[in-house]
């Protein structure tokens, strides 16, 4: 047994991402650093034989999947049912979440300008965010974070995949500045100085 | 500013899909928006205002108008959180009427929070853009056990492995039945030209009138501001003079004509 | 895409054996001719490149499936799948089932907020529901109830031994306990993760 058979045995058998340290439980002499050679290996042979699958990184997992140009043959069976398609309502609160986590219930709605509350009941329920822990405060209020089925959700290995968070709450420091041109006369700048659209 | 006494056109969910672009009159579906930040800003960027000086009357009004129209159909919960951004615009608008020194540092502005929180919205809805389109490309991707399994005839197979516990972890995660749906219609958003016609109204009963009376049934922030915005309106026409014994003691106004002829100056207490 | 491709990203997808003729259904330009040829083409690559998984002919159907001479690496994970259990997903539709009944499929989604006719489907193929009559309004949609047979599964009588929906966590606290009396020590950790906030 090589370990690229041993490796693809166990994510062959897995139907959710296993990370380099679980696969290397299949074997007492398999290290993690074997696992990942492995896996590499395994993927360009994949690639070169022209397999239907390949082994994709989520979160800091590994799952072997269908290749995506597939989806119309498969989506023509009965599924069984994997978390939806997220409502505007929802991607919004995780969208807060994700740059601002830990963060409470009513920061988000702040943001948000609407209540939370059921969306993130739903999203705790679909294991895309947890309670991470509790803030300072009256009734020490829970904090949310993402989990890792977040990442697998959205096919990402890591949340750095995200534009940078410092791309985001910069509005205060540029609101002045943009204020200051406003006021000399000149407000078109203003709009391309926040990077809108 | 001046009161403008045409009422704004404002149609809403009547008019077919199309969002609004282009001068009023607008037509806004408000089941489209997720509250009243996203159609703010809508009301904004369809209008190419710029965010930094905003046209707080003219955006207050439309705001105003589309709100009124689909408020009816909406749960009181949303309903309110509409009715609470309606009534910051209105005490912004309100704000922006009394006298400030000519050159402000934007932190004064009273706009300044509202603009801070439409252009962070903003930016969130950037990233909402970026989770969507990983969630398409996910979706494409499948892992085993995608396909549902053949179903077997019940002799052949093993028995279900289910046991009652599990049964009831499950029902007891079950929502409650939504309670029956008691609709209380939601005050009504009231507008400074109203509140303004109102004063007029009474004026012609009555020399002098008592401030309070003038959102006293209704009580609302909303029916405050609006009324407290048209007074100022008013005293700023020289139509009213306003007229406070102490603090926190009524608040009378009087009535000084057309012309403003009633003697006094403009005291503002 | 070739037929290859194709009937490899299918047997992938699946858990349980598909015949040649479902397989086929991914395509419509497929024969079943042209699927079992592709698979005979599948299994000699996997021999030839010695893939750890095979195509294994089960009664009238094809399942991949790991070559036995891995069996020991994957007796290391706990997680083989023993008897037939039911999804989460079929579980929650069967408890909104058992208490709601009779009830139709726009309702149980509306309780659940995503699709419900597969696992309806998968309830009705267990006999654990059944269709027990039709509601009123457009389309006089379809009502579900528990069978004799979801009597049986629990050794009931009646449906008036499952506890009313307000005692459930008095119910389930005292199976909890009872549970723990009995299993001391062994297996916690998977019911602590489920059910306990």
């Known amino acids: 047994m090589t370990p690229e058979q041993i490796v693809e045995a166990t994510l062959f058998a897995s139907q959710t991402p296993l990370t380099a340290a679980e696969i290397a439980r299949a074997d007492g002499e398999l290290s993690t650093g074997a696992v990942r050679q492995a896996i590499a290996t395994l993927r360009e042979a994949y690639e070169n034989e022209g397999r239907a699958f390949q082994i994709y990184e989520l979160g800091d997992g590994f799952q072997v999947l269908t290749r995506p140009e597939f989806a119309p043959y498969l989506e023509r069976f009965d599924s069984v049912p994997r978390a939806p398609y997220l409502s505007a309502a929802a991607l919004e609160t995780l969208a807060i979440v994700v740059y601002r986590q830990p963060i409470g219930r009513i920061e988000i709605e702040e943001v948000r300008g609407v209540s939370a509350s059921s969306v993130l009941r739903t999203l705790v329920d679909w294991e895309l965010i947890e309670v991470v822990g509790r803030g300072e405060g009256l009734g020490r209020p829970l904090l949310y974070g993402t989990t890792t089925r977040f990442l697998d959700h959205f096919g990402m290995k890591e949340l750095a995949e995200l534009p940078p968070p410092e791309e985001l709450p910069v509005v205060l420091a540029e609101l002045q500045e943009a204020f200051d041109l406003g006021a000399a006369g000149e407000t078109s700048t203003a709009d391309d100085a926040v990077g809108v659209e | ?269």
């Open chain 2, 1 to 269: 500013m001046t009161v403008d006494t045409a009422a704004p056109q404002i149609l809403t969910r009547t008019r077919p899909r199309s969002p609004i672009v282009g001068a009023e009159p607008f037509f806004v579906e408000l089941d489209r928006f997720q509250g009243p930040l996203d159609l703010l800003l809508h009301l904004i960027r369809a209008q190419d205002i710029d965010i930094f000086d905003i046209p707080i009357a003219r955006i207050t009004k439309q705001f105003l108008g589309a709100i009124n129209e689909g408020l009816d159909d909406m749960q009181l919960e949303r309903a309110g959180e509409f009715l609470e951004m309606a009534a910051s615009l209105v005490r912004i608008k309100a704000q922006l009427l009394l006298p400030r020194p000519d050159r402000l540092d934007w932190e004064e502005d009273p706009r300044a929070e509202l603009v801070r929180r439409l252009l962070e919205y903003e930016h969130f809805q950037d990233v909402v853009h970026v989770l969507q389109r990983a969630e398409a490309q996910r979706g494409r991707h499948f892992g085993k056990g995608f396909i549902e399994p053949r179903p077997m005839s019940v002799a052949s197979r093993d028995a279900l492995q289910l046991t009652l516990a599990e049964l009831l972890e499950a029902a007891v995660r079950i929502p409650e039945p939504p309670p029956p749906i008691r609709v209380r219609p939601p005050s009504l958003v009231v507008t400074v030209e109203e509140k303004v016609s109102l004063i007029q109204r009474l004026f012609e009963k009555a020399k002098r009138i008592s401030f309070k009376r003038l959102f006293g049934p209704w009580g609302t922030r909303a029916h405050a501001t609006a009324a407290l915005l048209a007074v100022l309106e008013m005293a700023k026409q020289q139509a009213v003079r306003i007229e406070q014994a102490a603090p926190f003691a009524p608040i009378w106004l009087f009535s000084r004509g057309p012309d403003g002829a009633d003697g006094s100056d403009g005291d503002q207490s």
